[in-house]
């Protein structure tokens, strides 16, 4: 059996918690607060103990979903994004970009969440754009 301790930092909210996952066999089993981290100095809230779950859930969706006839069919990721953008550009072109609004979250990085604010403004063409901690 194989065991090790991996450092990272806590997905779910902005705080930015330094956690371990212990690793074994190379699959995620835990998620411990890292003690020596400057954040959480070994503590965690609840959804940090819980971080590692949602990595091996049954329900984690693995490929992009795109309904048909009311049923949703697993896609590849063009077709996600050809559909999206398809979308998009029909409502814009209907209603305006005012009518599109863009919604981010405390789970995506800086830099994810930079690119969906510029995308929002200098492509889709509005200032429509907020965060889910304002929500
Ligand atoms: S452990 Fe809780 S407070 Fe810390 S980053 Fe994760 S969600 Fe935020």
Known sequence: MECKFVPSVCSYCGTGCGVLFEVV???????????????????????????????????????????????????????????????????????GPDSIGVLVSAKMTNEENYLAQKFTRAVIGTNNVDHCARL
């Open 25 to 95: 066999n190379g699959k995620i089993k835990k998620t411990l607060p890292m003690k020596s981290h400057p954040v959480n100095q070994g503590k965690l809230c609840i959804k940090g103990w819980n971080l590692h779950e949602h990595v091996n859930s049954f329900m984690r969706l693995k490929s992009p979903l795109i309904r048909e006839n009311g049923r949703l069919q697993k896609a590849t990721w063009n077709e996600a994004i050809q559909i999206t953008a398809d979308n998009l550009k029909k409502i814009s072109d209907t209603y």
